[in-house]
């Protein structure tokens, strides 16, 4: 019989990209991380040889471990773990089954160095609609879960992100941004190595929205309106990430899970 504390691939992948998805804690040794330094989605690294001295960190949290296969390391910080009051699961197979199962996997060529408190620093223009909310929709739910954003007045994005060591994206000039037909979402999902169908789907609509090429797909239209509502109803643009951020989650739910679903109320007409 199974352990209950087991979490196979199959199942985190069901919770990868979500705004409630488990920490996930990567305890593979340095050798192996050298051999393979991609990653889970949002996976922060951690040593096995210290986790009595962090675990408590984690207490009351969802928290998914994963070693090279698995076994001994995976399983020991998550008993820890859970001795310290966190809802602690082992990755069935560790990293190598989920990379075998051909499950989404973070380049980390580009993921920009991180600050004291682990997090990722990143700056755009102000007053986001499409693409500058999508890009930290995707950070955050597949790359950094703390990453911390800052809107400026379009003329100072270059001279912020070299005084406070941010990376700046979706302005021009700059590695984050568009490229040809694509736009920065389009890149990111491309440069971080994210390879999921549903991402794929919802950069369909994210460019059509963002670049006015509607035809791209149906819904671009319905997100562009969306988007453009909010940022009528809030003026301060972290208010407006906030409330974007619900709306991707939306969307990534409907391109993976309801994309063949119609609404068909009334069922039938009279004749």
């Given at each position: 019989?199974?352990?209950?504390?087991?979490?196979?691939?199959?199942?985190?992948?069901?919770?990868?990209?979500?705004?409630?998805?488990?920490?996930?804690?990567?305890?593979?040794?340095?050798?192996?991380?050298?051999?393979?330094?991609?990653?889970?989605?949002?996976?922060?690294?951690?040593?096995?040889?210290?986790?009595?001295?962090?675990?408590?960190a984690w207490r009351g949290r969802d928290v998914?471990?994963?070693?090279?296969?698995?076994?001994?390391?995976?399983?020991?910080?998550?008993?820890?773990?859970?001795?310290?009051?966190?809802?602690?699961?082992?990755?069935?197979?560790?990293?190598?089954?989920?990379?075998?199962?051909?499950?989404?996997?973070?380049?980390p060529t580009h993921v920009p160095p991180r600050d004291a408190q682990g997090r990722t620093l990143w700056v755009t223009r102000a007053r986001p609609k499409v693409d500058r909310i999508a890009c930290p929709?995707?950070?955050?739910?597949?790359?950094?879960?703390?990453?911390?954003?800052?809107?400026?007045?379009?003329?100072?994005?270059g001279a912020v992100a070299e005084r406070f060591g941010a990376t700046p994206f979706d302005i021009e000039g700059v590695?984050?941004?568009?490229?040809?037909?694509?736009?920065?979402?389009?890149?990111?999902?491309?440069?971080?190595?994210?390879?999921?169908?549903?991402?794929?789907?919802?950069?369909?609509l994210v460019r059509g929205a963002d670049t006015a090429d509607l035809s791209l797909a149906p819904e671009a239209a319905g997100l562009l309106a969306a988007s453009l509502g909010l940022s009528r109803m809030h003026r301060e643009d972290l208010a407006q990430l906030d409330a974007g951020?619900?709306?991707?989650?939306?969307f990534f739910r409907w391109c993976r899970d309801a994309a063949q679903e119609t609404h068909n109320w009334p069922a039938g007409r009279p004749a």
């Open positions: 019989m199974p352990s209950p504390d087991i979490i196979t691939p199959s199942q985190l992948a069901r919770r990868i990209g979500l705004p409630d998805a488990p920490i996930l804690l990567d305890v593979r040794t340095p050798e192996d991380f050298d051999a393979d330094p991609r990653a889970l989605p949002c996976a922060i690294r951690a040593s096995h040889t210290d986790v009595a001295t962090w675990a408590e998914v471990v994963s070693c090279q296969k698995g076994l001994k390391l995976s399983q020991g910080v998550a008993a820890w773990l859970r001795h310290h009051g966190a809802r602690a699961e082992n990755l069935e197979g560790g990293f190598l089954a989920w990379a075998e199962a051909g499950l989404p996997l973070v380049t929709w995707l950070i955050r739910r597949f790359v950094d879960p703390q990453a911390v954003f800052l809107f400026v007045a379009p003329a100072e994005v590695f984050w941004s568009h490229r040809g037909p694509l736009c920065t979402f389009d890149v990111m999902i491309q440069e971080f190595g994210l390879k999921l169908p549903a991402l794929d789907h919802l950069a369909l951020l619900t709306l991707y989650d939306a």
